[in-house]
Structures are given as C-alpha cells and as structure tokens.
C-alpha cells in the first residue's frame, strides 16, 4: 500500500534562496510595513510578518509563497520559522512591494494564489513607479476573484480588514488610521514623538508658570505703591 503525501514526513524549507529585496529602496519599505503593523497590532493577538515561506498545499512544498509583509488577525504573534494555511488561515491582508523583478509575480502569479487561500486583501506598491500605473494598488476578494479598490472621498485606498487607508504622499506610501487620520509610525517613531509631546507639554507648562510668576510680581509691585 502507498502512503499519501501526507501521510509521510514532509519538510517545508525555510528559505527559498531568493533576496529579501531587489535594491536597499525596495528591502527597506518591505521592512518598514512590517514594523509599522507590529507597532499598531503590538501587545495584541494579531500576527504580522514578510518575507517569510507561505505554504497553501499540505504535503505539497512547492507550492509556496513570499510576501513582502502580511497580517492575520486574530493569530498568536509569536515568532515561525515558516507559515502553513492549513494550520493557521490565509492572512487577512498582503502587500507587495513591486519591482522590475517581482512586477510579473505581483500581478500574476501571487493574486490567483492569494485569491484561492481567501487573502481578503491585497495591496501592491511601485515605490520607484516605474512599473505600475498607478504605482500604488488596492484588491478586495469578491467571490473567488479580486476587485480594484476605488480610491475614497479623499483620495486614498481603504483597507477595511486592517482599518486603515494607503495613499501615496511626496513619493512615499503613507499609512493612516481610517478612524482617526493618524499617520501609522514604527515604535521608535512612536517614542520619538511622545518626547516631543512630552517636551512641548513642559515648554508649555513653565511659560505658564513664568507668566503666574510675572502677573504675581506686578500685582506685589501696585500693593506697594499703594
């Protein structure tokens, strides 16, 4: 009797040999959603990755992907050395961060993939916009296949899984919170401006206390007059 392939030990590599980037532009982008996500989703049960081996066919390791970054929600946020849908569910949401290289994958290969495992969303962005037009595009799955997202009121493309929007500012991608408008920033960026909050708030608070000090010096001063 023959076993089935997944009867047998399978392994799932964890690398596929490929470069994280195809330049320092296209590597630092992938890095930065990621850490974007992880700062908004930190301390939640919510998994945000990139770059990492996607496996969508149980006993098939061939049958892979690599997204430059992806989130699942509701997924414990602990470190993989791979991803397997089986196991875990299809990502919530994927982007990609288009090159000359992967433009072929990114609108071929990878949406007919992310489509059958049911990515709800998928985004991809040309940070050079030398190879999509426009450089920054939205899909959302209806049915079995992906839809264009229509830019909003404001011009910018909603991520209704992730509650935020993408828009394309000055050259870069800019993300922001759908509710509130806020510009998503990495923890140190979330640190850096805390301080500065901090520090604008104690400007604020002595020039207050220089001017009950002064106000209070005048008011001594008519006493004495009188």
């Known amino acids: 009797m023959v076993e089935s392939a997944k009867s047998i030990e399978v392994e799932y590599p964890e690398s596929d040999g490929e470069p994280m980037g195809e330049t320092d ?6 890095i930065r959603l990621i850490e974007l996500f992880k700062e908004r989703y930190r301390d939640q049960h919510v998994y ?6 996607l496996y969508y066919e149980e006993g ?13 929600l509701d997924k414990d946020p602990g470190r993989r050395r791979v991803y397997k849908t089986w196991e875990e569910g299809a990502p919530n949401v994927v982007f990609e961060v288009t090159s000359s290289s992967t433009k ?5 290969v990878k949406p007919q993939v ?34 264009p997202i229509p830019l909003n009121e ?5 991520c209704r899984e992730l509650g935020v929007t993408l828009a394309r500012e000055a050259g870069e991608l800019v993300l922001r919170d759908a509710v509130t408008g806020e510009v998503l920033l990495e923890r140190w960026e979330a640190e850096q401006r805390q301080v500065e909050k901090e520090r604008r ?6 020039a207050e206390i220089d001017r009950l ?12 007059g009188d």
């Not at 945000?48 to 081996?53: A, D, F, K, M, R």
């Open 25 to 30: 532009l296209h590597r630092d982008l992938m």
């Open 48 to 53: 945000v990755s990139g770059n990492l081996l």
């Open 60 to 72: 098939v390791p061939y049958k892979h992907v690599s997204p430059d970054a992806f989130v699942v």
């Open 104 to 108: 072929r994958r990114d609108e071929g």
């Open 114 to 147: 992310y489509a059958a495992i049911g990515v709800r969303e998928y985004f991809l962005f040309d940070p050079t916009s030398d190879y999509l037009l426009p450089p920054l595009q939205g899909f959302r799955l209806d049915g079995d296949a992906y839809e």
């Open 154 to 158: 404001d011009g910018r493309l909603d």
């Open 201 to 206: 708030a104690r400007e604020v608070a002595e």
């Open 213 to 224: 000090k002064r106000l209070l010096g005048e008011d001594d001063s008519s006493s004495t």
